[in-house]
């Protein structure tokens, strides 16, 4: 019955479903990954948020728990972005996953070593530059999904980037049951990716005090973006910490940025010289103003305390609108076989529709 499943980003990926588990900053740990490579998905290792000389110990990690391909994502500001490329290099990894990012340089290297490479995008612009610099497939974010995210919905952004592009297309974004992917595979997608509901499984590491709050949030518009965080728009659940940064003047929120990069920096090994050297690379990039680059470090201080520390009032909780669609946790294993027998059964009803005259 799942044979009409098997796309081409199963041949690409090496996967069992053309359900791919995106990266998440502190969330896509070994554990998750491996959980959904296992299930028959293909699972995105947050190697953006790993620490300076952990990369290779997490790599080993993953391959202890599967012997599936899996994938990592990246992005070249990160201070250990080498670290990252090198070790994916070393070890085999079957894909990459970035967004700001690497430069044709860097990606033919990657593809040289046999390793595919899927950014994500929120922009059709963004789509088409990634294709020029060498993307083999391409994973499309609507606005409706979690962490940064654009202002196109899933809807109107997969189509767009489907007609722009010739490389086979992911749709991510809003994504949660078997109906999104039967949606997605009719839109000409290979696959599905999701975020939030993986997020949202029995697998993840996410404490039960921040899972409990992603739960119990049923209105999709307070699961909103804003741009109080770093200063680019990202979509998290509406909180206490969200209404306090949003209040709070430029000049203080930029001395709180000040006051958590020099966490970030030891907490990363970095010095004030490294710190100013990463500010300078960022900026020179031209997509990041001065404010949005000295607001980055607020975000993993206060992501972390939401969904490492667990508390959901004083942290920082990233997630799509499809939370406000999700009413249990799951095991990747029960979550991927009910996606997948879901979207069977609507490709099935659609297909005996009759013919219109
Ligand atoms: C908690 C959280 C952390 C995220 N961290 C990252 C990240 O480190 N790198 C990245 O490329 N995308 C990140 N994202 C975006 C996701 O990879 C993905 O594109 C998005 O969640 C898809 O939309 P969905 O949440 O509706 O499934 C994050 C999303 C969430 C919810």
Redesign the pocket.
């Known amino acids: 019955m799942t044979a009409e499943l098997h796309t081409l980003l199963c041949d690409r990926l090496g996967c069992r479903y053309p359900i791919v588990q995106?990266?998440?900053?502190w969330?896509a740990d070994a554990r998750l990954t491996a959980a959904t490579c296992n299930a028959g998905g293909f699972g995105f290792y947050?190697g953006?948020?790993t620490e300076p000389g952990e990369v290779e110990k997490e790599l080993l990690a993953i391959k202890a728990l599967t012997d599936r391909p899996f994938g990592v994502?990246f992005h070249m500001f990160q201070p250990n972005a080498e670290e990252v490329i090198a070790g994916v290099i070393k070890h085999g990894v079957r894909a990459v996953?970035?967004?700001r990012g690497p430069d044709a340089k860097v990606i033919r290297r990657l593809k040289d070593a046999g390793v595919v490479c899927m950014p994500?995008v929120g922009a059709v612009k963004h789509a088409v530059k990634a294709v020029e610099l060498g993307a083999d497939i391409v994973?499309v974010?609507g606005g409706?999904?979690?962490?940064?995210t654009g202002a196109v919905p899933t809807t109107i952004l997969l189509p767009q980037v489907l007609d722009a592009v010739k490389v086979p297309v992911v749709a991510?974004?809003?994504?949660f049951d078997g109906r999104g992917l039967a949606a997605a595979l009719a839109y000409g997608a290979v696959g599905i990716?999701?975020?939030?509901?993986f997020?949202m499984t029995t697998d993840s590491p996410v404490p039960r005090s921040a899972l409990d709050r992603y739960l119990a949030t049923k209105d999709p518009t307070v699961i909103r973006v804003t741009t109080a965080v770093d200063g680019l728009p990202q979509r998290f659940i509406e909180n206490d910490e969200i209404r306090r940064l949003e209040g709070m003047s430029m000049p203080a929120r930029l001395a709180m940025s000040i006051a958590y990069a020099r966490r970030w920096g030891r907490q990363s090994g970095l010095g004030a010289l490294d710190m100013a050297k990463l500010a300078v690379k960022v900026l020179s990039n031209g997509d990041t103003t001065f404010a949005q680059t000295v607001m980055a470090p607020n975000l993993p201080t206060l992501?972390q305390r939401g969904?490492v520390s667990g508390d959901p009032d004083h942290g920082l909780l990233?997630?799509?609108?499809?939370a406000a669609m999700i009413d249990r946790l799951e095991s990747c294993e029960d979550l991927v076989s009910r996606i997948v027998r879901e979207a069977v059964g609507r490709l099935s009803a659609v297909s005996s529709l009759a013919p219109v005259a």
């Open positions: 995106t990266a998440m900053g969330v947050a953006a948020t994502n996953s970035y967004g994500t994973t974010q409706e999904g979690g962490g940064h991510a974004g809003g994504m990716a999701m975020g939030t509901r997020l992501v969904v990233p997630g799509g609108q499809a």
